[in-house]
């Protein structure tokens, strides 16, 4: 997700949605204290995005529940130091638990954290103790700086798959490594992570964001993508638990040529496997509504977007 908090809510036209059959989930959202977005956007008057924001803009698209993602990460980023960063990673994930238990029936909360700090196991265990962030760990390797190039970083992100499996906790993971830092990322990386970090959860679903991108669409993440593509095609057992959210990766500025191939590649992993999710309605990016109607530019039949509006993720089923 990009780290710029404009706003609480973007205020956005409504697209007309007549017709169509709205998500039942969001599964890639994102709420900010007012502290997280003050310090990802240099502004301390930031009020952030609280859990009435969201549910403000889910009941605008007709969409019933979400899954919101802890930025905690953003504490731990590697492109900042902060002082006493472990306690306000854990102030945050706290803080997402609280926002998320005033709507039980409408929100669900993964933790998170950076996986190469050194609190990430005592993190992931205290998460696993809290009502609302037991239910799984999302993961941000951009943000983190995990280079998938380096042992050192596998072998860490490895052991916190490895023990997010053995609690039973589904992991979101944004798997595209950092551009700012300019870590490499296609089809090598890819196979790291099919390889080496996949096997390390075999028994819990594992959700990559952003079609294995970082919004929009482009040839490193289509060099990524096909990676899965092609374990898929040929029922490589390590991807059964994979699915792929659609977050952001279709904007209105998308071309016919590059929307075809979007298209394509959905149908290749598998029309059961897609998520829908829009990511926090800040920095540019599209409210849940506005998304969807955006994501509805794809070349993709009436029926292919019902299934994918129907899909529901394990962990939001309740």
């Known amino acids: 997700m990009r780290t710029v908090i404009v706003c609480a809510i973007m205020v956005l036209p409504l697209w007309p949605v007549h017709g169509q059959t709205a998500p039942q989930v969001d599964h890639h959202q994102h709420l900010f204290s007012p502290a997280a977005a003050a310090l990802v956007s240099g502004n301390p008057s930031s009020p952030g995005i609280n859990a009435n924001d969201l549910i403000a803009l889910l009941d605008l698209a007709g969409i019933r529940r979400a899954l919101v993602l802890s930025v905690a990460y953003t ?56 009502p609302q962030l037991r239910f799984g760990l999302k993961l941000h390797f951009g943000n983190s700086d995990v280079d998938l190039d380096n042992p050192q970083n596998v072998e860490a992100v490895r052991k916190v798959f490895q023990a997010a499996n053995n609690r039973r906790m589904p992991i979101v993971v944004h798997m595209r490594t950092s551009i700012s830092k300019r870590r490499n990322y296609g089809r090598d990386q890819a196979r790291v992570f099919l390889s080496e970090l996949l096997p390390a959860a075999p028994d819990v679903p594992v959700q990559i964001a952003h079609l294995a991108g970082a919004g929009g669409y482009d040839d490193l993440t289509d060099a990524a993508l096909n990676v899965f593509v092609e374990a898929i095609a040929g029922r490589d057992a390590r991807v059964k638990n994979l699915w792929f959210d659609v977050t952001t ?68 089923r309740w």
């Open 75 to 130: 504490w731990g980023s590697a492109n900042r130091t902060v002082e006493n960063e472990y306690e306000k990673v854990k102030a945050e994930n706290d803080w997402t638990s609280q926002q998320v238990a005033q709507h039980p029936d409408r929100l669900r909360a993964f933790c998170s954290f950076n996986p190469l700090k050194p609190y990430a196991s005592d993190e992931l265990a205290r998460c696993t103790k809290d």
């Open 249 to 316: 990766v279709v904007r209105s500025s998308i071309t016919p040529d590059k929307a075809k191939l979007v298209a394509t590649r959905i149908r290749q992993i598998g029309i059961g496997r897609v998520l829908y999710g829009s990511d926090a309605p800040a920095g540019g990016n599209l409210a849940p509504r506005e998304g969807w109607a955006a994501f509805r530019q794809l070349p993709l039949t009436d029926k292919e977007f019902k299934t994918i509006a129907e899909n529901v993720a394990p962990y939001m």
